[in-house]
């Protein structure tokens, strides 16, 4: 796992998990845990919101880009009557 080793550093007797590699660390070791999602988050001295965030985030990349919400569609607006999509209206700038 990715920690600062430093306890003194952080405040604590529990180094903190740093960057992607760390967490997946802990989301592995979570899998093996048999207590509740509270008490692993307090035994290794992490947030149980960044745990969730965590979770969500590998659950999200696990899905695939497409399945995300809030991502981009292309479309393409129908030409009006004797329009061309690629025509600008009168007046337009430039």
């Not at 070791?29 to 969730?52: L, Y």
């Not at 569609?73 to 999509?85: F, H, L, N, T, Y």
């Amino acid at each position: 796992m990715t920690t600062v080793a430093s306890s003194a550093a952080v405040g604590g007797s529990v180094p903190q998990v740093r960057g992607e590699a760390g967490w997946r660390a802990l989301m592995a070791d979570f899998e093996r845990w048999d207590g509740s999602r509270a008490s692993f988050c307090k035994a290794r001295g992490v947030s149980q919101s960044s745990f969730r965030h965590w979770r969500r985030r590998f659950s999200l990349a696990a899905r695939g880009a497409a399945s995300r919400p809030g991502g981009f569609v292309e479309i393409a607006a129908p030409a009006g009557p004797g329009r061309s999509p690629d025509r600008r209206p009168r007046g337009s700038w430039p």
